[in-house]
């Protein structure tokens, strides 16, 4: 009896740190597929933020180009007019009347972009946009890259600006830059 007992013993112990590493081995692999399946939807909401954010950027290039063939100017307030301060960017509160311009607040009140405005547009991330126009009307537009470095567009009448989803301003001329450029 002495025998078999101790037999039995050994065998269930035996089986029972068997079941202890399958159920280790099964927690992480689950954990794996966890981070992988994570950093998968991480990447598709990501992704799908940029593209709704370049989207809603050519929405306001393209008003900004009709609202210029409309009118023969520039959306944005009168006083801004006929200065040569051409690197004038547009974000935060003083981007707001230029979204009220084209939403409507025009002489013919036209909707050129059709938004509720109340403030300036953010992008997916939360901060807002930062636009640039050739308010010299050079047919140029030159936008900030750096701070020790502005990029002219050729051809381009705006310039939009996203720091993305750092939301930090980053070298648009290197790859690893999150930043996205609408013209
Ligand atoms: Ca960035």
Redesign the pocket.
């Known amino acids: 009896m002495n025998l078999h007992f101790h037999h039995r013993s050994a065998a269930e112990r035996g089986k029972a740190a068997f079941t202890l590493i399958e159920l280790l081995t099964v927690i992480a692999i689950i954990a794996i597929l966890v981070t992988i399946l994570w950093a998968a939807v991480r990447k598709a909401i990501n992704d799908a933020k940029e593209k709704f954010a370049a989207a809603e950027m050519r929405e306001i290039v393209n008003a900004s180009i009709a609202y210029l063939q409309q009118y023969e100017k520039l959306p944005v307030p009168e006083e801004h007019h006929g200065g040569d301060d051409q690197l004038r960017p547009y974000s935060g509160a003083s981007a707001t009347p230029v979204y009220q311009i084209l939403a409507g607040d025009n002489p013919l009140e036209k909707v050129f972009l059709d938004r509720q405005v109340t403030g300036p547009l953010l992008d997916p991330w939360g901060t807002s946009y930062i636009l640039w126009f050739d308010l010299n009307y050079s047919g140029d537009t030159t936008y900030v890259n750096t701070p020790s470095d502005n990029n002219t567009v050729s051809g381009a009448r705006v310039v939009v600006r996203?720091?993305?989803?750092?939301?930090?301003?980053?070298d648009v001329d290197y790859k690893t830059?999150?930043?996205i450029l609408v013209y």
């Open positions: 996203s720091y993305g989803r750092n939301r930090t301003s980053d830059s999150d930043d």
